[in-house]
Each structure stands twice: as structure tokens, then as C-alpha cells.
């Protein structure tokens, strides 16, 4: 299922261990319900007949729960495995791509501030371009990102990229991604951060190799210097 | 020790003389009974705050900007205060008064089969020193800033520096409100486990323990256990908001993440410790009306135990991407998923006690059943949290908030009602009306989940939590994203799936002001043919409880016994 799309490489994989668990899950929980509702019918009182005094203690109904819970076991194998292989490539590893860029993320009461490297590809040059609430990213290049705040907890979620961190005031998190489908996807702040908290929408502009060489020259020359603070 | 200090000594009918004087009677008293009614009447008035709450914001997301009946417009300061006060309400002044202290005070002493706590004095204590942390919390609402806004969870810096909370003497109430609470409930605690204990009538083995007391006994153990960093970090957070310390403050060499381990080390078993108290109700409930015993009676208790242990390994699950070193998400997924056994377990187990049963639907019935069927839907979703990698979606976003709701509806509402209902009889003498009770559930279950299985679907498609409007979030306002409707519609549905629910709540209130009346149905004192020992006492109980302390023969779900006509065999049955 993708109810949203799927706009980083990554995307697809953190849908696939959701759907392993929503079959997994569902299956037991089908069952489980299933099973529930027809006792519940099949089992109402009739007049004259008593109820089967079951204490649960004799081997040959106990064994439907003891084999259940075995069988639940493995599911959880199967689901900790799945959790676990998405886990590792998003938040464990970091592209080394000759062309890998570097962004850096900056949290604050209530706005994004992001700085793109400029024609050197190089951070904290010269020619680096702030802006706010807008980070501007090639389509299918890799991005390492920097992200802390300024003041109180964060979170930095793009919900087409199935990425999310929180950012930390006096620590720098680093992470990943890398934009498959071009166009604008939103930011949402993930963490309770005060009375503006809902109003801090920002957006990724995925570009294209030319659009985003575009951009960089409106931007050179350090014309637009983004105010630190609103 | 055991001998109880009783302050009502004169009458045992109930008649309601004011000869003690009001305060005596009703607010300084030292009996079990009372100071659960104590507990009782204040967690369901902090449960109308709470629901009011939910009105005020739903309303907001459902319509932005309006103005909202009742209250006006809300702000974005205000709108976080009530979604966090909310929650902090429906937790530590609703679920936890209500299901451990009001069901434990009163069903303790009545299902052991003795005539009050061990220590009534500190009971006293306990509901005092609660309804001041309520007052507290009610009072932080008004102060200048107004109340805290920074989430439940009052993760700092947010909570720690007003100058970025801009509450501050709303934050500083909050938790000064949350410490007392905690106190309270440590003092209600030390009572519970030790009249468990101590207390039992004669005859009563730890394996003839009626599950409610059991589970009410495990979760005070939970708690106490729990507590601790928490009350610790609540005073750091305390000593950061007012003297200016900085154990949270990374400026002032702090670190903002160790409060997430220290609420959470508590957050996380605490989800259990109201969970347990619900679980006993219903394994009361069903045994009852299937006729039935409890299917693995010392299944049922391991497990409980395993459970609660392993509820102490897990806490990280709510801190996958907080910052912690990722590595750690490898362990606490395996420790979260490994939980879902024991769960899965109880559940099978409730539901093999049906099997072959005489089931009565009655409501009290109803509402047990509905527990079991609602908290699997919030015990399956949780599955999708607890595991890493989803979690980097999910973490935060309505699929969270809709499964925490499908655990915390079931055992704060539908478990308060399940057990209101169950011990109505005992607790006033009179029977509720079926009809009315059966309007009652169908109209709660049926728009609880119309509410919150839209916001599954909304939490899927990436929509963040305590967000004050989506408007500006194009993303989040999609046409035809469920059955035509789209994602505004979504929200609309659940707030009038909200409305609906708490125009039902009307119907449960007429039924209780019904009971009242004189000429209310009569209940007697067992009018379920039960087995447990608060049916031997009279209904409603009177002062010490049994006319002659009972003797215990027999463990406390011997439904249907085969050597016997009648298809229950109480306790206090010699033969």
C-alpha cells in the first residue's frame, strides 16, 4: 500500500516492513477477533444447560493457547527482522557516494533554517546559501544532513520520505536521504515545540541537476542571507 | 495492625444522617468505602474537564478558527494547553483514580474478605493529598500565561525554560500537580499491597485471590517500582523551571534527553499499571456471566507477572528517533516485540474462558467484552510502534495517537464503566436498568470507534500530532482519500463521532440519578450469583463490611463444578 508517495530511496523499504507487519498482525488479529465473536454467538446460555467447567489446567485445550503464543514468537522474529534491516539503512548508514552532498538543518521557535552548500559543494565557504523553510535538493543525489536547533526540541519529518529525527539543542544528529520523485514535499515538526509548533510547515523543493543549478545562481553572490529569527 | 480505625461507628443502613457533620462523613473520613467514593466522584468530574477538553480542541481541528460553543476561539497557546492537559488529565486524574484507587479501595477489603485497609489514616492522607494535586492542576489553568501547553510528555527544554514554554507558572503547576499526584498514589499503594497481604480472610490462599485484587496488587508494585526517576526528574525539572539548574539544560552542560529516559522508564510500565486493574474487572466480569472459570487461572498470574517486568525493559520504544544511538533501537524493538507475547496471551486466555460458556449478555458483560475486542485493535497496532524501522514513519503522527486510544479508551473508559456497572449493586444496593445501560454502550463503543479509526488513516498519511491547523499543510487537506471523503472530512467525522459520544454519556448519568430513587430495583447481596466475597457483604456494604468476618473454602471462579447443581460454588461456601 503507499497511501503517500514515495519520494526517497528509502521510502519504499519502510512501507515494506510496515506491510509485513500489517499482514502479520492482521492475520492474528482476524483470527483472533474471529475466533472472539463466534464464541460470544455460539455460546450464549440456553435454559437447562450448564457452562463446561474448563479450569484451563487440562493438557488438551491449553495446548491452542501454548501453540498460539509459540506461533506469535515467530511473527515477532519476522517482524524484528524487517524493523530492523530498514532501521540499519536509514538511520545506520550514511551515503559515500563521490557526490554526495551536505546540508545543514537548523531548528529554532518556529522556523526551519537550512544552508546548501554552494558551487563548491563545500559547507562553510563563502558561497553557502541559507534560506528558511525551504531546502532546495537535487533529484537522486545523495544528502547527508546536519540537524540541531536552537532552542528547544524539534523534529525534522518529511513524511513523503519516511524520515524523521529529532533535533537536539548543543548536539548535532546526522542522517540521510536522497529525493527520487521532484517537486515540493512538506515538512512537518514532529515535536512539540511550543505555541507556534503547528505553525511551522516548511518544504523540500526537489529539483532537477538544471533547475537546482538554476536556483543556485539566483541565490549566488550572497544576496538572500537568511534573518535568523522571526 | 490490621484493626481498622473507623470514624463512622454509629449506624450501619446507610441512611445518610449528617450527625458526624458533613466534612467528618464525606471528606475526612478513614473508611475504604468512602474515600473510594472519594476517589470516584473526583476522577469522573476531572473526566468531564478531560472530555471538555477533547470538545474544545476536536472542535478546532475539526473547524479552524471558529468559534467553539462554550468556549470561543482557540489560540494556538490554548489549543496546546488542552491537548496536553487532556492528556494528563485522562491518565493521572481519571484512569488512575478511578480503575486503581476507587475499584482498590473499595474491592480490596470486600474481595479478601476483611473490614477496611491496613492503614486508614494514610488512605485519608492519599485522597488528600490527591484531590490538592488536582487542585493544583485545575488552578494552573488560570494563572497568567495559562496552563502548561508543552505536551503531556513535558519534554525539556520546552518545559524546563519559560521563555521558550511561555506558561510559567502553568509548567512549574504542572509538575508540582503531576509530583503530588505521584505521592498519592504512592501512599494508596503501600496500602493496597499490604492489606492484599496481610489482610485476607481465613482460608484464602495466594492462588484463591479474585484477578481484580491480584492485578490492582501488580500494578501498585508496577508503580512504585516505576516512580521513582520520575519524581526525581520532576524535581530536577522543578529546580530547572524555578532555580534556574540546568540538569536539562545542554547550555548549562544538561542534557534534555535524560528526562525522556526518566518519563518514560515511568511512562511505559504505566501503561500497564492502568491497564492491570481494567484486565481484572473483565476477568470478573466474563468468568461471571459465561458461567465459566477462568481458563489457567496461574497462567493468567505469570503472565501477569512476565508482563510486568518486561514493561520495565521497553521504554526507548517512545525514543527510537530522539537522538538516542541508534543501536539502542535494535535491543528495544526486540524487548517491545517480545512483550506482545504475554499480551497475546492474556488475550487468548479471556477469550478460551468463553469457550463452551452459558454467556448472558448483560452490560456489564457488554462493556467486558467490548474491552477484550477494542484492546486488541490496541494492542495489534501497537505492534507497528514498537518496531524500528515503521517507526520512523509512524513515530508521532495520528497512527499513534489512534492506537493509544485504542489501549487507553478500553481501560479508562470502557474499563471504569465495565467495573461501574458490574459493582453498581454492591456499591449503592440498587440495581442499574438494562435498557438504559444497553443504549449507554452501543451508543459509547460505536462512536469511539467512529472517532478513532478515521485517525488511523489520517496517522498513515503522514498527518503529525498537537498540530493546531492543517490548513497551512496542503499535503494534509487531500480530497477523496477514504470512501470520498477527504482528510478534512476525516476530522469532521471524528469530532461529530465525538459530539455523539458525549451526548450518549447523558444516558449514563440518568441511569445513575434513576438507581438512586427509592424505588429502584433492590439488588440484594449477590444478584449475580457470583462467587467472590464482596457478594457475601451486603449491598451496599455497611460499616465493617461483613456481618461476621467470612472463611475462605474454595478459589474465587468455581462456575459450573460438576458436583454440585448449582453453577456457582462462592468462596465462603463450606460445602
Known amino acids: 500500500m503507499d497511501w503517500i508517495v514515495q519520494a526517497s530511496t528509502f521510502a519504499a523499504d519502510v512501507d515494506f516492513a510496515i506491510n509485513v507487519i500489517y499482514v502479520l498482525v492482521g492475520f492474528w488479529f482476524f483470527l483472533t477477533f474471529g475466533i472472539f465473536l463466534w464464541l460470544v454467538i455460539a455460546h450464549r446460555a440456553k435454559p437447562g444447560q450448564k457452562a463446561e467447567y474448563l479450569t484451563g489446567d487440562e493438557r488438551e485445550p491449553k495446548k491452542f493457547i501454548s501453540r498460539a503464543h509459540m506461533l506469535v514468537l515467530v511473527c515477532d522474529v519476522a517482524i524484528v527482522v524487517a524493523a530492523v534491516q530498514v532501521w540499519v539503512q536509514v538511520k545506520q548508514t550514511l551515503p559515500t557516494a563521490p557526490e554526495t552532498q551536505t546540508v545543514r538543518i537548523v531548528s529554532q521557535q518556529w522556523a526551519w533554517s537550512f544552508v546548501h552548500p554552494g558551487a563548491d559543494g563545500q559547507l562553510d565557504t563563502a558561497d553557502d546559501i541559507k534560506t528558511v523553510d525551504e531546502l532546495h535538493i537535487e533529484l537522486d543525489r545523495p544528502y547527508i544532513y546536519e540537524l540541531t536547533s536552537r532552542d528547544v526540541l524539534h523534529d525534522f519529518s518529511v513524511p513523503a520520505f519516511r524520515l524523521k529525527q529529532d533535533s537536539i539543542p548543543g548536539r548535532v544528529i546526522t542522517g540521510w536521504f536522497q529525493a527520487t520523485v521532484a517537486g515540493i514535499h512538506e515538512i512537518q515538526c514532529a515535536e512539540m515545540c511550543g505555541i507556534g509548533h503547528g505553525l511551522m510547515p516548511g518544504k523540500v523543493v526537489v529539483e532537477t541537476p538544471e533547475e537546482h543549478a538554476a536556483w543556485m545562481q539566483s541565490k549566488s553572490g550572497g544576496a538572500m542571507l537568511a534573518s535568523a529569527s522571526r | ?575
Open chain 2, 1 to 575: 495492625m490490621a484493626t481498622a480505625e473507623v470514624t463512622h461507628d454509629s449506624h450501619d443502613d446507610h441512611g445518610h444522617h449528617e450527625d458526624e457533620g458533613f466534612i467528618k462523613k464525606y471528606l475526612w473520613s478513614t473508611d475504604h468505602k468512602m474515600i473510594a467514593m472519594q476517589y470516584l466522584v473526583t476522577g469522573i468530574a476531572m473526566a468531564i474537564i478531560g472530555g471538555f477538553f477533547a470538545y474544545v480542541f476536536r472542535m478546532q481541528l475539526a473547524f479552524p478558527g471558529v468559534e467553539v460553543p462554550l468556549f470561543g476561539i482557540v489560540s494556538p497557546a490554548q489549543y496546546n494547553s488542552l491537548v496536553t492537559n487532556h492528556g494528563t488529565i485522562m491518565i493521572f486524574w481519571v484512569a488512575m483514580p478511578v480503575l486503581i484507587a476507587a475499584f482498590g479501595n473499595f474491592l480490596i477489603p470486600l474481595m479478601i474478605g476483611c473490614d477496611d485497609m491496613v492503614f486508614p489514616k494514610i488512605n485519608r492522607l492519599s485522597y488528600q493529598i490527591f484531590l490538592l494535586s488536582a487542585i493544583v492542576l485545575v488552578g494552573s489553568f488560570f494563572v497568567e500565561g495559562g496552563g502548561f501547553g508543552g505536551a503531556w510528555t513535558a519534554y525539556p527544554p520546552l518545559s524546563a525554560v519559560s521563555e521558550y514554554n511561555l506558561t510559567p507558572m502553568g509548567a512549574t503547576l504542572w509538575v508540582v500537580a503531576v509530583a503530588l499526584e505521584f505521592i498519592a498514589f504512592l501512599l494508596g499503594g503501600i496500602n493496597f499491597i499490604t492489606t492484599a497481604m496481610n489482610s485476607r480472610a481465613p482460608g484464602m490462599r495466594l492462588y484463591d485471590i479474585p484477578m481484580t485484587v491480584w492485578m490492582i496488587v501488580v500494578a501498585s508494585i508496577l508503580f512504585m517500582a516505576s516512580v521513582g526517576p520520575l519524581i526525581a526528574g520532576a524535581i530536577m525539572l522543578i529546580f530547572d523551571q524555578t532555580l534556574n539548574t540546568g540538569f536539562f539544560d545542554p547550555n548549562k552542560g544538561g542534557d534534555p534527553v535524560l528526562w525522556q529516559h526518566l518519563f518514560w522508564f515511568f511512562g511505559h510500565p504505566e501503561v500497564y499499571v492502568v491497564l492491570l486493574p481494567a484486565l481484572g474487572f473483565t476477568a470478573d466480569i466474563i468468568t461471571t456471566f459465561s458461567r465459566k472459570p477462568l481458563f489457567a487461572y496461574r497462567t493468567v498470574l505469570y503472565t501477569v507477572f512476565g508482563t510486568g517486568i518486561l514493561s520495565f525493559t521497553v521504554w526507548a520504544h517512545h525514543q527510537f528517533i530522539s537522538g538516542i544511538d541508534p543501536r539502542m533501537a535494535h535491543i528495544f524493538t526486540i524487548t517491545t516485540l517480545l512483550i506482545s507475547v504475554p499480551i497475546a496471551e492474556m488475550m487468548f486466555v479471556y477469550i478460551a474462558t468463553l469457550y463452551k460458556g452459558s454467556i448472558t449478555l448483560t452490560t456489564p458483560m457488554l462493556w467486558g467484552l467490548a474491552f477484550i475486542g477494542e484492546f486488541l485493535i490496541g494492542g495489534v497496532t501497537g505492534i507497528f510502534l514498537g518496531a524500528s524501522g515503521p517507526d520512523i514513519f509512524f513515530h508521532d503522527t495520528y497512527f499513534v495517537l489512534a492506537h493509544f486510544h485504542y489501549t487507553f479508551f478500553p481501560i479508562a473508559i470502557i474499563g471504569s464503566f465495565a467495573g461501574l456497572t458490574y459493582w453498581w449493586p454492591k456499591m449503592t444496593g440498587k440495581m442499574m436498568n438494562e435498557t438504559l445501560g444497553k443504549i449507554h454502550f452501543w451508543g459509547t463503543i460505536i462512536s469511539f470507534n467512529v472517532i478513532f479509526l478515521p485517525l488511523f488513516v489520517l496517522g498513515q498519511l503522514g498527518q503529525h500530532r498537537r498540530i493546531y491547523s492543517y490548513e497551512g499543510f496542503g499535503e494534509l487537506m487531500r480530497e477523496d482519500v477514504l470512501l470520498g471523503m477527504g482528510m478534512q472530512d476525516l476530522r469532521v467525522l471524528a469530532t461529530v463521532a465525538l459530539l455523539i459520544m458525549i451526548g450518549f454519556q447523558v444516558v449514563f448519568f440518568l441511569n445513575v440519578f434513576l438507581t438512586l430513587r427509592k424505588k429502584a430495583y433492590d439488588a440484594g447481596p449477590n444478584p449475580y450469583n457470583a462467587n467472590t466475597l464482596e457478594w457475601l457483604a451486603p449491598s451496599p456494604p455497611g460499616h465493617g463490611n461483613f456481618a461476621e468476618l467470612p472463611t475462605v473454602y474454595r478459589g474465587a471462579y468455581e462456575f459450573s463444578h460438576p458436583d454440585r447443581e448449582l453453577d456457582y460454588w462462592p468462596q465462603w461456601e463450606k460445602d
